[in-house]
């Protein structure tokens, strides 16, 4: 029983989705995974590797402002954890979500 509860644990934590993984998906879905590799600069192995379980978020936030940039892709849908904090000249900007109100 105590095996089941440790293999349960590890996969509970495999299994959890990344942070701004659907808008990941749909970046990808308009233009073609290895096109947008590489119109940002990257190699496809790096961004496919954004799409593996376990990761706290999809998309590394350096590569954010070029995926909009090719796709359309806010970086606010790919980054809803800290998008407010690392680029905050998007508050308030027309489609952006509120700024979450922290409780403490």
Same mark, same amino acid.
């Given at each position: 029983? *105590?095996? +089941? /509860? @440790?293999? +349960? ?11 701004? /993984?659907?808008? /990941? +998906? @749909? ?8 096109? /947008?590799? %590489?119109?940002?600069? @990257? +190699?496809? *192995?790096? !961004? *496919?590797? =954004? ?8 998309? #590394? !936030?350096? =590569?954010?402002?070029?995926? %909009?940039? !090719?796709?359309?892709?806010?970086? =606010?849908?790919?980054? #809803?954890?800290?998008? =407010?904090?690392?680029? #905050? ?6 489609? @952006?979500?509120?700024?979450? !109100?922290?409780?403490?």
């Amino acid at each position: 029983m *105590q095996e +089941n /509860l @440790a293999d +349960n644990a590890s996969m509970s934590t495999l299994e959890k989705t990344p942070a701004g /993984l659907d808008a /990941l +998906n @749909a970046a990808i879905e308009r233009v073609g995974l290895g096109v /947008l590799a %590489e119109r940002i600069g @990257a +190699n496809y *192995q790096l !961004v *496919q590797g =954004w799409r593996a379980p376990g990761r706290r978020f999809a998309t #590394p !936030v350096e =590569w954010c402002a070029e995926i %909009e940039r !090719v796709t359309g892709v806010p970086r =606010w849908e790919l980054r #809803p954890d800290v998008w =407010w904090k690392v680029w #905050p000249e998007l508050i308030g900007r027309s489609g @952006a979500p509120d700024v979450p !109100v922290s409780v403490e």
